[in-house]
């Protein structure tokens, strides 16, 4: 990728990490990460019902793996479809299963704290729980998909309040997804299926609304996740476009991503270094630009340093941006 | 409302679908047999939306690239064949999936199936001259039936032999100099390499044209002389009366009543020689239009006759699906689908992987031993459930009748299942079978309820397992 300046920014490329595994370093359609401290990352895989590999993967942003915990089940620590991860301010561990309508805790090595959720549509039940993220005060917001709506909670899991319900307009969501919060508190929520985003006060007063359907710059078709960075610039993972948009903090679109994976990451060169043949079988390949690209983005994560993460489901993998901050450009005629 | 009218429509929702339940039933005979054909046929300019994708994906990433193993690939495609507001495009689907089988047991990439049966969704009912040629340039196909290795200092005729004997033509109307003459034209028709599967997942194959590679000499072929190129020779194929004769049959074995395989066509006559002549005219008259030859096969008093009604046994794919819409099960992403997409390989049709390019032989063919027992159990498993939503609202209309004797429990049951047809003889054995459990009554109590329930579960498990119950 070459440097993008847009309108006072500069992102830059970074590296990616991952490869496609169904255990140990790499993922298996991971949908959700999450950021730790000391450039820690946990991600949610999905697995599959011929791979059912659900599990944790922590690693870190050099690529460097940890460890892994859960399973496929529906025991406790186990799981079945889950979606989404968030860390609470001890750094434990939230995961949330849409299927079993729950949160299940570890602490950050992966051990087993307690779950809970109860599955309903009445109030302090949820349904179909499909992004969480925490606020300052340990508090934890909930997407909840088949509910339409974004349910608070302490993380012990008492209930505070509900916004939301099933429709197009402002305040209703149509199968939500992903969550996020600003520096301020506000809330960020992918309104999936109305193909927008959608913005709220911490009381979850309408603020704002952007993107709409299209496949153009500053459209959205099935939006799956949100970040905003601490400059209130906001960037969404456009799930069935391939693509990430990057919003200003007024909803304006500044630039867009595509992915820009030109190299393998460490496991992927790994990996194709102990097969020969797939060495030369990339050698015949008239082209591996499509490899660089997205398919399916399906969470996004910033960083305190301004390294963007996005979750490429697909490909198992997750491409790294940075946005530079002090970047000074070279004299053009170098 | 009639009940000969809901049986005729139940007889096309099954044949031009996967069955359908009463209340769609009662919604289809309410809006007319004609206009029901009319938006099964043309579902996109009446306004049926295809089935929602994103909502496939979201759920289940696994379906969208399931890699080599079709696991994952056939639960996909079992979802939307259970789902799909658009029933007669996914038969369509499975129709030419018969005609044009081809399979991951070579291909090795179950996605490029996937990419193969979409391509059948989005062509199935328009032109078959355009459908040939996209299957031409189809990477799965191309794969399976050798054309990458059909070059022009070394022709490999694997794929231009099939195009005239199963996918157009058929036996005997073609000469093997036709055969070589056909494969000419098609050297340099390839695919193009692709990003190995190694470490990020599957990458797509996509058609790539070599000139270089193309044969461009002059070619004779069914009396036609010219530097004839791939496309020329399927607009040959295509004017064949022997083509539209060939389609015609295909049409009236899978949709209207079970003929001989296909490689005894040859020597066996059609069963209903008028039906395959009206089919062939409206397949030419149409300019070779899928669309407008179904139109005319739905409409057709061969088609609505009742003599040819639960006359053809039904493929493992009905079974499964047609069961999953009686029932409601998985009518929405659940977990557990991919056992139900597995069900048909144990029944004796693994969809995107058939046992040869000649496809599946179907009618009679689909029952032996093992395969019957697969096929009860299958559906009595299911239609026993009472918890199932398909099943309560079968026992709901039961319930809602005043009283209700032997015969009358037996007879809803029946007509409730589709409607089934059972004979006389094993409509007695029910409705005995039900007298010696004493009276059914739906009851006032919770326990007489569930035990009225359970009573409707058993005998529906009853008619899935009757031998007629194997034919739709």
Known sequence: MQTVMVRGRVYNYSHTIGRNATGGPGFRHPVDLALGGNGVVYVINRGDEFQPCQRVSVITVDEEFIRDFGGVGTGDGQFTWPTAIALDGDENVYVADEWLNRISI????????????????GEGQINGPSGIVFDGNDNIYITEELNHRISKFTKDGRYISSWGSEGPGEGEFNHPWGIALDGRGDVYVADWHNDRIQKFSPEGEFLASFGGSGEGKGELKLPSDVAVDDEGDVYVTDWWNNKVEVFDPEGMPLTTFIGDAEELSKWAQEAVDANPDYVKARLRVKSLEPQWRFTRPTSIEISEDGKILVLDNQRARIQIYQKESDWVDPQFNL | ?????????????????????????????????????????????????????????????????????????????????????????????????????????????????????????????????????????????????????????????????????????????????DVKECSRAFTGWTIAAKIPRLPYGRYPWSFEYLPQDHDDGEKTFLGHRGRFNGEDIIDIVVRQPATARFIARHLYNFFVADEVQVPSWLDVAPRDPVAINMLGETFISSGYDMRATLRMLFNSDFFKDESVWFGKVKSPAEVVAGTMRLVQDHVSPKPGMAPIGLETNYQGQALMDPPSVEGWHTGQEWIDSGSLLRRINFVANRVGDTSLPGVKSIIERLAARESLTATEFVDGCIDLMGPARVNDDTRSELIAHVEAGGPARRGATEEERAAFGRRVGEVLQLIASTREYQFG
């Open chain 2, 1 to 177: 409302m009639a009940e000969k009218d809901i049986a005729l429509m139940s007889h096309l929702m099954r044949r031009a679908g996967f069955g359908a339940t009463r209340d769609e039933l009662e919604a289809r005979v309410a809006k007319g047999y004609e206009a029901t054909v009319e938006e099964l046929v043309n579902p996109e300019e009446h306004g049926i939306p295809p089935i929602d994708e994103g909502m496939i994906f979201r759920h289940n990433p696994g379906y969208e690239i399931p890699g080599g193993n079709p696991t994952n690939g056939q639960a996909h495609w079992m979802y939307r064949l259970i789902n799909t507001p658009r029933p007669l495009e996914e038969k369509m689907v499975l129709f030419w999936h018969h005609v044009f089988a081809t399979g991951n047991a070579k291909v090795d990439n179950c996605d490029q199936l996937l990419a193969q049966i979409d391509m059948f969704r989005k062509n199935g009912m328009g032109n078959y001259r355009d459908l040939l040629v996209l299957l031409a340039k189809d990477p799965a196909m191309i794969f399976w039936l050798d054309n990458n290795e059909n070059h022009r200092d070394a022709p490999n005729e694997n794929w231009g032999r099939e195009l005239l004997e199963l996918f157009s033509m058929g036996q005997g109307n073609y000469s093997e100099d």
């Open chain 1, 106 to 121: 570890f602490d950050r090595d992966g051990n087993y704290l307690g779950k809970w959720g109860t599955p309903g549509s």
